[in-house]
């Protein structure tokens, strides 16, 4: 099975290039506040410059649908990650406006009950990814901080959704998560970068080329 490999928070043509041409599926653009927050305008400028096979995928919390569909066709975008409790209406709304066209990622923030968090989110067949991720009382993504791979494991493997590991990943421990969790998609943003917002290049290729060999 091929590996989804994300490459997130990027906030300039330069850094999503480098994403591109390092073999990444997806680029991320986060909308949400953030030291790594992006406009419409921001994106807007610097996808159209991209490749088509290049997923584009924004990252929202607390948008309304409408916000979201302003930016998704605003920026070209193919694919919406909600940093949303629930969020079943937000998603019918997208679905309805979008169709299959657009990929969309519920985010499941790691804690003792997530297995019974994902099982709602994997009941609702509108979705097409769960992204687990870590969060602390400032930030709810771009953290560093890894969860629990090992007690992760029953969750990924259970899930019955495709599933997207993140949360301090980087090159030096995405074969390790690789391995423990078997997911579908990794996906990275801090763990690549040189200061928050720009991406060291050694790092980003180190990360997917780290990745594609764990699954390889």
């Not at 990650?81 to 019918?92: I, P």
Request: charge should be negative; include cysteine.
């Amino acid at each position: 099975m091929s590996l989804w490999v994300k490459v997130c928070a990027n906030t300039s043509m330069e850094d999503a290039m480098l994403a591109v041409n390092a073999g990444a599926d997806a680029v991320g653009f986060v909308f949400a506040p953030s030291p790594r927050q992006v406009s419409v305008e921001q994106v807007a400028a610097i996808t159209p410059n991209l490749p088509s096979s290049i997923e584009k995928i924004g990252v929202f919390a607390g948008s309304t649908p409408q916000e979201i569909a302003r930016a998704v066709e605003r920026c070209g975008l193919t694919g919406a990650q909600l940093h949303f409790e629930g969020g079943q209406d937000l998603v019918a709304a997208l679905r309805d406006r979008f169709g299959t066209t657009l990929r969309i990622l519920n985010v499941l923030h790691y804690a003792p009950d997530a297995s019974e968090k994902a099982a709602f989110l994997a009941a609702n067949k509108q979705i097409d990814a769960i992204l687990v991720d870590s969060r602390t009382p400032a930030a709810i993504g771009g953290t560093g901080i890894r969860f629990d791979w090992d007690d992760a494991a029953s969750l990924f493997n259970n899930a019955g959704v495709k599933m997207i590991a993140a949360g301090g990943l980087n090159p030096a421990n995405v074969a390790e998560a690789i391995e423990k969790l078997q997911p579908w998609g990794v996906d990275v943003a801090s763990g690549v970068e040189a200061a928050p917002g720009r991406k060291d290049p050694e790092k980003v290729r180190s990360f997917v080329e780290n990745a594609r060999r764990a699954r390889s």
